[in-house]
């Protein structure tokens, strides 16, 4: 341990922090006290050596805060996979380190949130935690509060695939600073930022590099392919149908039933209760009504669709030859992103 000031924590705080052990033991007979002594020395350690030479009043908040944290990924088995505890390495004694500033206002409610982000985003997709560090990292050195991290973290996420968030994540970017928003969105300077959200609010497949694209783009475009079968499991256990309804779509599988996002940054399809879809599934196209089909670059290997469902700028089909949802634009991203 090369922290001065998590040892003397430690030192000072030995029988609390004894006590916080034995408790999390008693509640969760799954603590290994190993993979604690790990997150210990691996991820709070390398954060704290930030703050040696700094009072006890600013270094025991962030220590504490730290040690339950770590205690919690241990209860909860978190730290039994590599994977994951190289991403814990990278988030504490990188991106934590970074904005060291920000996480001493409130160091429970940052590792909290941050936690739980990232657990949500490597659920979706173990590539996803990575690419919201690599977002983040263009914007750390100008967040200035608490407040403002957690704005920007989430529209990271939307921008790292979590599709779900991008009404959420919108919003947020029409309250942040212009220049907090600008490095977030890499918007160039000759770019207005209030137009620029107003299109992109319009445009679920506009990003800053296509609306600077010049190229014409074709009617449809092969978008996302959502969900999997395998004969080890998948996300769908039928050959899916989808439907759109209130500016959604959703998906039926077998009994279960999904609500599927789609943007230019990712995708989600997420469970929901399948009573919630029978009220759409009045609205199915029939196939016959989507042409064009052998057009669509990178739909070679679809001869028929099973079902389609529409949306203003997006087109969603589903073949008996595949369990995934196509996922197609139906708008000119060109004309739509023009500024």
Known sequence: MKSAALKHYLKVER??????????RHQSQSLDAAEFSWFLSDCLDPLMTALDGRSNQ????????????????AALNWLKNDAKKELLQQLWSGHYREIIAIVQQEPAKTFTQTGNLLSHLNALDPGYPQEWLALMSRVTGVLEDHAQ?????????????????????????????????RKVLVLPDARDLKQYLGELTSNRWLTVQSAADDNPVSTHRLKARVGSCTLLGGDLPAPP???????????????????????????????????????????ND?????????????????????????????VALTSAETFAIIVLSAVNTQSSGAG
Request: aromatic content about 10%.
């Open 15 to 24: 029988d609390y922090c004894n006590q916080m052990v034995a408790s999390v």
């Open 286 to 314: 029939q196939a016959r009504k989507f042409s064009g089909l052998s057009q669509v670059p990178g739909l070679q290997d679809i001869s028929d669709i099973a079902s389609t469902a529409r949306l203003a700028d997006t």
């Open 149 to 181: 991290l957690t704005q920007t973290g989430l529209v990271c996420a939307w921008m790292a695939g979590l599709a779900h968030y991008r009404e959420s994540a919108l919003r947020q970017l029409a309250t942040l600073p212009e220049t907090l928003a």
């Open 241 to 283: 149908e989808v439907f759109a309804g209130d500016g959604q779509f959703f998906v039926r599988s077998g009994d279960l039933a999904w609500q599927l996002y789609v943007d230019a940054y990712g995708s989600s399809l997420l469970p929901c209760d399948p009573n919630d879809l029978k009220r759409h599934m009045s609205t």
């Open 58 to 73: 600013e270094t025991f908040p962030v220590a504490l805060a730290g040690f339950k944290h770590g205690l919690e990924l």
